[in-house]
C-alpha cells in the first residue's frame, strides 16, 4: 500500500498538470487505483478543461476532487506547503491493494426523508454496510442537504468515520466545483467509500478552550437556551436546593466575565463560542470533549442566548475561546493523542478558510504541526467552506476547524 502527494504552484494549468502528474508518478512508482485532485480558485476560468487535461495524463479507475481557496500538497523540495490565494494543483495518487474503492454522487433532491430506513440511505450511495466502509465527503456549499446527509449516513454506517468539506473559492471567485471520475459536478456531494485492507482515523482539531464551569441544560428551545443549572450530584442535593443554582445564561455570562483574565476579556468580545458536550456519561470533561457552536446572539431581556445548533434540556454546555495560540496548543494535543505504533501512509487535511496565514500570521501553521507529529507522511487537502469530521459517535460540518483524515494499514 502506497499514497503519494505532489504539488504545482506553476501559473498555467497545462503547467501545473505536467508537474504534478510527473511528480505523483515519479513517488508512486505504481499503478494508482485512486487519484484525489485539489485546485486553487486562481484557475477558476479554466475548470471546466481540468478533467480533460488530467485524463490524457491519468489512467486512474477512480477520482474525486474540488476546487479550494487555497490548496494543500508536497512540493517538488518534498516539502508539505498550503498555498492560499495563488495558483496550485495539489495531486494525491494511491496505491490499495485489497482495498475496495467506490466512488458515488448525490444531490440534495435525492436525500430521503430522515424517518427512513437504513436501506433507502444504503441504496442511495450504493455501498454495503457489511464492507465496513470509511468516507471521504466533498460537499457544494450552496447545495442543501449536508447534514441530513451526515445524519443519514451516520444512520446507515453508524461505526464509519466520515471526514471531508464544503468545496470552496476563496476571495478571487465566487463559483467552487467537484470532479467525479473525470466528471466536473456543479451541485451535491462526491463520494469516496473505503472498504478491506484500510483504517481511517479522524482528528477533529476545532481550535478552542473551555473556561468557566459545565453547566446543565435546563430549558431550550431548538437552538435558544434559556435556562442553565450548575452541575450538582442529584443524588446529593435535594430538588429545592438544586432550584437555587438555576440561572440564566447572560447571567452566567456575566459572572463568567468578570473572572477572566485581561486579554481573555478582550478576547471574548469577539471569539466566543458555546461547547456542546459530546458524551453525556462522560463524568469529567476535558478540552476535545465539546462540539464547538457559534454564540449567534444574547437576549438582554431574558437572559436567553442563540446558538449555531439545536440544543436540548440534560445537555451539558461549556463556553469556549478562540485564538491562534488556543488553535495550536487545541491541534497539538490531538496529534499526540493519535500517535500510535500503526504508521500512516498517508494524510487529507480539510482546513477552514479561516485559519492558515489569516489566524496565525505565518504560512504552513497546521501542516508543519502534522508533520511534526507525522514525520513523512504526505499530507494533501484544501481550505474549506465548511469541515466535516466527527465529535463523539457522530459526524458534524464544523467551522474554523482542521480535520485531519489519517490513512493506515490495519
Known amino acids: 500500500m502506497k499514497w503519494v502527494s505532489a504539488l504545482s504552484t506553476r501559473p498555467s494549468l497545462e503547467g501545473a498538470i505536467a508537474e504534478a502528474v510527473e511528480q505523483a508518478q515519479s513517488r508512486l512508482q505504481d499503478t494508482a487505483d485512486l487519484a484525489i485532485v485539489f485546485i486553487s480558485s486562481a484557475f ?18 477512480t477520482l474525486i476532487g474540488c476546487s479550494g481557496g487555497g490548496v494543500i500538497g508536497v512540493d517538488a523540495q518534498t516539502q508539505v506547503q498550503e498555498v492560499e490565494g495563488n495558483a496550485a494543483l495539489s495531486l494525491t495518487l494511491a496505491k490499495l491493494p485489497d482495498v475496495k474503492v467506490q466512488v458515488f454522487q448525490v444531490s440534495g433532491e435525492d436525500l430521503p426523508d430522515l424517518d427512513s430506513p437504513p436501506d433507502r440511505w444504503v441504496d442511495l450511495i450504493g455501498v454495503n454496510p457489511q464492507d465496513n466502509p470509511q468516507f471521504i465527503l466533498l460537499a457544494d456549499p450552496v447545495s442543501a442537504g449536508v447534514n441530513n446527509l451526515l445524519q443519514g449516513l451516520d444512520y446507515a454506517y453508524p461505526n464509519a468515520i466520515k471526514i471531508g468539506g464544503l468545496a470552496s473559492a ?15 459536478v456543479r451541485e451535491g456531494v462526491v463520494g469516496l467509500a473505503l472498504s478491506g485492507n484500510v483504517v481511517l482515523e479522524a482528528i477533529v482539531a476545532q481550535g478552542c478552550r473551555p473556561i468557566g464551569q459545565p453547566y446543565r441544560v435546563v430549558e431550550a428551545d431548538r437552538n435558544i437556551l434559556m435556562q442553565l ?56 470533561l476535558e478540552q476535545g470533549d465539546f462540539l464547538v457552536r457559534n454564540l449567534l446572539g444574547v437576549d438582554p431581556k431574558t437572559g436567553a442566548i442563540a446558538v449555531g445548533d439545536r440544543i436540548r434540556p440534560g445537555q451539558r454546555i461549556q463556553f469556549h475561546l478562540r485564538d491562534a495560540e488556543t488553535s495550536g496548543e487545541d491541534l497539538e494535543l490531538l496529534l499526540d493523542r493519535h500517535r500510535t505504533e500503526s504508521e500512516a501512509i498517508g494524510a487529507l487535511m480539510f482546513s477552514c478558510l479561516g485559519r492558515g496565514e489569516g489566524l496565525y500570521g505565518q504560512p504552513n501553521y497546521d501542516s508543519k504541526l502534522f508533520d511534526r507529529y507525522f514525520a513523512q507522511v504526505p499530507v494533501s487537502g484544501f481550505f474549506c467552506n465548511g469541515e466535516i469530521g466527527p465529535v463523539g459517535n457522530m459526524t458534524f460540518l464544523h467551522g474554523y476547524t482542521s480535520v485531519f483524515g489519517i490513512v493506515r494499514q490495519p
Do not use: W
Request: glycine share 2%.
Open 229 to 284: 443549572e450548575e452541575q450538582v450530584d442529584a443524588d446529593m442535593v435535594p430538588a429545592q436546593r438544586r432550584s437555587s443554582t438555576r440561572r440564566t445564561p447572560l447571567d452566567v455570562l456575566q459572572a463568567l466575565f468578570q473572572d477572566l483574565s485581561e486579554a481573555d476579556r478582550v478576547l471574548a468580545q469577539h471569539s466566543l463560542f458555546v461547547g456542546i458536550a459530546s458524551n453525556e456519561f462522560k463524568t469529567t
Open 44 to 61: 477558476t476560468s479554466e475548470f471546466s478543461r481540468l478533467m480533460p487535461l488530467l485524463q490524457e495524463k491519468l489512467a486512474v479507475p
Open 170 to 184: 476563496g476571495t478571487i471567485s465566487p463559483h467552487s466545483t467537484l470532479f467525479c471520475n473525470y466528471q466536473l
